[in-house]
């Protein structure tokens, strides 16, 4: 961690240093932030074609961006499925 770092260049003994525990307490409780893994990745294209479908004008345009993204979708459940049956 930077703080660490920051406390051994600047010779700041140990039971001076802050705890992981308050970092948690402030950040849950002041900033409402919490500390944890993501649940899950998004892909880069299902992120530009889900923003591109919900600002799109015309009908025809978000039909057209639809089928990108079922394309899209199916390609890597297609991928998926290789890499399972790989494993």
């Known amino acids: 961690m930077l703080y ?3 406390c051994s260049e600047n010779d700041i ?3 001076e240093q802050a705890k992981v525990w ?3 307490k402030i950040f849950n409780e002041d900033f409402n932030l919490s500390f944890h893994l993501p649940y899950s990745d998004t892909c ?4 530009h074609l889900m ?4 600002n799109c004008g015309s009908v025809e345009e978000r039909g057209e961006i639809t089928k990108q993204k079922a394309i ?4 890597a459940n297609l ?5 399972r049956e790989d494993k």
């Open 13 to 15: 003994p140990k039971l």
């Open 72 to 75: 899209h979708l199916d390609e």
């Open 22 to 24: 308050l970092y948690i």
């Open 51 to 54: 923003i591109q479908e919900k």
């Open 79 to 83: 991928r998926h499925s290789i890499k």
């Open 4 to 6: 660490l770092t920051n």
């Open 44 to 47: 880069d294209d299902c992120d």
